[in-house]
């Protein structure tokens, strides 16, 4: 199955909530006014997706297999959430909607747990101690280059 990116909309709220969940992330409450004001990305799959038979998680392109939400800030937005399905993790998801999302913003922040340090080192962000035991990634990095292609 081939995984496309994009914003979104009002139809893939449960399938970005399902993704959520199954990360054990916290889902927003204002999850619905998010995806309205183009803050939510989903990757999608071409077909069915073999770990999801439900089809309530499926739109028009294919089940809802990433998504991302990021939260506009004044100088560029903060990553809140990114997600993937566990049968479509390691597999480029999670670095497409992150590049997407980078794509679209002047700059991006991410806290987040030492152990996925790697995915956003691979992406070309620096990596700052946040001070709780988790870390702060900042793109792009201070020296202006891009994510890795």
């Known amino acids: 199955m081939s995984v496309a990116v994009r914003a979104a909309t009002p139809d893939d709220g ?3 909530r399902r993704v959520l969940d199954a990360a054990m992330l916290d889902v927003r409450a204002d999850l619905p ?3 309205e004001a183009g803050d939510v990305l989903v990757a999608v799959g071409s077909g069915p997706d073999p770990g999801d038979s439900s089809a309530d998680s499926r739109d028009a392109d294919g089940p809802v297999v990433g998504a991302l ?3 506009p800030i004044e100088w560029g937005a903060r990553i809140d959430a990114v997600a993937v399905r566990r049968a ?4 480029g998801v999670g670095t497409a909607l992150v590049r997407a999302a980078a794509a679209d913003r002047s700059r991006l922040v991410a806290a987040f747990d030492p152990d996925v340090r790697p995915f956003y080192e691979s992406l070309g962000f620096d ?3 946040a001070g709780d035991g988790r870390l702060r990634g900042v793109w792009p990095p201070d020296c202006g280059s891009h994510p890795k292609r």
């Open 69 to 71: 939400v990021a939260v």
């Open 88 to 91: 479509r993790r390691a597999r």
């Open 33 to 35: 006014e998010r995806i």
């Open 14 to 16: 449960l399938g970005v």
């Open 127 to 129: 990596i700052l101690p």
